[in-house]
């Protein structure tokens, strides 16, 4: 049974979740609403009070949603969108167009955002929304336009589109003096930079060594991440090697952040987009049409 209005949160209340949300930040939500750090986390803090309830988890300098956050954001996330749509509307302000996408925080981050720039700069009419996060999405209940999703094809739903495939190679910055992992020497002298997310085999450092006959090596270190792009961020600043999704990490390989050191394997997943309507507006098609070409380029 819903409770009376007069027991639901503030809307400023809300408003501050929602912007929290959707940076996973409250440094960036801060900027978005024109407040300080300080001003957003006692929304959140007078929020989780009222509802009795823990919206959000704080580590060094990251924050996750626990179970009751996750669900109230999708929902509050959705509300407050409307909201923003409709008063647009009302008051006129019509003028630029929105195309909102989908996808992981890893390939927001390395692969979606250093590109946006010049979509933007081509489209200065269109305004672009990304929810960087990796859980499942009713695209059109929750009013998103494209996903872009990793996985194999058996696991899209119908109509997803192929954008490139998933190569694994071996990467270091320049200055730890690494040409190749030629010779188990070679890594044992190394921190391994290890991904802690969810379990793929082909980006884990004991399948790589179990194929390069190196299944008993003992590296000099692990630094474990749950974020992909928090590994690759920290293997540019020199702190160990990684195993580098090539797609993602082209523009750091062309420019000399990193360095391969080895041939690249293929994995057995891929990169597709999903588009909410078979027949979307302008914005999305024009988009669409955007994201089609940049994939080709990745050329995998």
């Known amino acids: 049974m819903s409770p009376p209005l007069i027991r639901l949160p503030s809307l400023d209340l809300v408003r501050g979740f929602v912007a929290v949300g959707r940076r996973m930040s409250i440094t960036l939500a801060a900027q978005d609403l024109c407040l300080t750090q300080s001003a957003v986390s006692r929304q959140i803090l007078a929020l989780e009070e009222a509802l009795g309830l823990k919206l959000l988890v704080r580590g060094h300098r990251s924050i996750a949603f626990t179970p009751e956050g996750e669900r109230l954001f999708r929902s509050a996330d959705s509300a407050v969108q409307q909201l923003q749509d409709v008063v647009g509307a009302l008051t006129g302000r019509t003028g630029r167009r929105m195309v909102t996408l989908t996808s992981t925080i890893g390939v927001t981050g390395l692969w979606l955002m250093p590109r946006l720039g010049a979509f933007l700069q081509r489209h200065p ?13 009713e695209l059109q209940a929750e009013g998103i336009d494209l996903a ?5 094809r058996e696991a899209m739903p119908a109509g997803a589109e192929r954008l490139f495939g998933e190569e ?3 990467v270091a910055h320049p200055s730890l003096g690494l040409a190749a ?8 002298a190394q921190v391994l930079l290890e991904f802690d997310g969810p379990y793929r085999p082909w980006l884990q450092w004991s399948h790589w060594l179990e194929r390069q ?5 003992h590296p000099r270190g692990v630094l474990r991440f749950n974020q992909y792009d928090q590994l690759i961020h920290a293997a ?27 041939a690249p394997q293929t994995a057995p997943v891929e990169y597709w987009l999903i588009q909410a309507e078979a027949n979307p507006a302008t914005e999305v098609r024009e988009f669409i049409d955007w994201i089609r070409a940049e994939a080709q380029a990745v050329g995998c």
């Open 125 to 137: 009419d269109i305004e672009v929304r990304v929810s960087a996060n990796s859980r499942s999405m």
């Open 148 to 152: 872009i999703r990793y996985g194999a």
């Open 181 to 188: 992992l030629s010779a188990p020497q070679s890594v044992q």
């Open 213 to 217: 006959g190196c299944k008993a090596l």
């Open 168 to 170: 694994i190679v071996p």
């Open 236 to 262: 540019v600043a020199g702190q160990g090697i990684a195993l580098g999704r090539r797609a993602l990490i082209a523009p750091m390989l062309a420019d000399g952040r990193l360095v391969a050191l080895g």
